[in-house]
């Protein structure tokens, strides 16, 4: 009898404990670019994260509990996301960390914090290729095509172009640099007449373009390329519309354009030019029934389409939390396991990530920018799209990359 009453207590005690812990919800934890040069592509990334958190609660959360989100603004300085990402996690004992957007914050962050701490972190704006390659940890993962393989897969689209005489222009940053350089060796390869005139590195956020844009038209390119994109974007458009740049060049023109870019271009958006997308609302609803679904319901709840920012960043907080019910823990290498070896589902289709470098094996969008009716602004009319089969880096080339054999 004096045993069955100690089970009975046993029993009593988990059950209780188990609905306690079952009552208590998750925080995750995430320094936001929300001011500062990145904070268009933040604001954007902190509504995904948002959204995605609602849509885990009403289906039930993560392992039974809620989702709650800890944030700060990092103001895209790259110390201060350190320093918070560091308080965020100690104060809450997070067990997953949402990068931040620029590829300063998120490469500090990644080797500062995710590396020691050694929290799963998911990055969904940043393409610096240092962290999936050169500086990659193994609690990292990228839900983004990092500057290799954008660059990779722009060179297929360019290549096929006649042009000869190349102008490039990126902001002076670490993700720009390189995925100028990865399409410059691709291009190179696809085309080895190709010649670059003019190379222009303003600074990221920079408020004045009048110098590079002179010294683009004194250059007399066949084709202006840049990787651009946001706020910069914005502004050198601004700028270079005011001075008939566009017509100078004959609109042989190639930029990143995400949604809300051409959005908040309006009238200015310069149509005929061709340009990137890595999640683009237009092309997904119509072609991917679970994207469609997704993004009806976050213009029915929010009022407009979610940017490509939005979408990527929804999708990294779902990829965790579906490789923390799969796993049925919050175990840092139990949920990483998780990550190297599920498929996932997402607003882009399904996609895995690869264990080499915790890169998702996700496509790149191209097209030319045309007005929507439909969308009541310009788009970006969807006509190539790359798979990661073609635009990935092999294991060889990632451990040269990484100055391993």
Known sequence: MKNFYLVTLCSA???????????????????VDLSGAAADVGRDSLAGTQFAIEKINREGGVLGRQIVLEQQDSGSNPQRAVNQ?????????????MS????????????????????????????????????????IFSLTPNANMEGRAQAQRYGSFPYKRYALVSAD?????????????????????????VEEFPKFGATDYTSSINKILAAKPDYVFTTLF??????????????????????????????????????QAPIGTDGVQRAPANYLSK??????????DYKAKKGGYPSDWTIMTYDCVTTWAQAANSAKSLNA????????????????????????????EIPVYMGKVTHSAEFGQAILDIDIVIPASQSLPSQAEVMKLRGTN
């Open 230 to 267: 946001g706020n910069d974007l914005i502004t050198f458009s601004k700028q270079a519309t005011a001075v008939d740049f566009f017509k100078q060049i004959n609109n042989r023109f190639g930029a990143l354009y995400d949604f809300n870019t051409l959005k908040t271009m309006g009238d």
């Open 85 to 97: 990402a560091i308080a965020l996690l100690q104060e809450h004992k997070a067990p997953f960390m």
């Open 287 to 296: 072609n991917n029934p679970d994207a469609a679904a997704f993004i009806a």
């Open 13 to 31: 005690l988990l059950s209780t404990a188990a609905f306690a812990q079952g009552s208590v919800p998750i925080k995750i934890v995430a320094p």
């Open 100 to 139: 931040p957007q620029s590829s300063a914050t998120a490469l500090a962050v990644s080797k500062a914090v995710t590396a020691k701490v050694k929290v799963p972190t998911c990055v969904s704006t940043s393409a610096a290729e240092e962290i999936t390659i050169k500086d990659f940890n193994p609690y």
């Open 173 to 197: 940053y670490a993700g720009g640099r390189s995925l100028l350089e990865g399409f410059k060796k691709a291009l190179k390869e696809k085309n080895p007449n190709v010649e670059f005139v």
């Open 333 to 360: 290498d139990e949920v990483m396991r998780a990550i190297e070896t599920l498929q996932f589902n997402s607003a882009r289709g399904p996609f895995k990530i690869r264990a080499l470098d915790h890169q998702a």
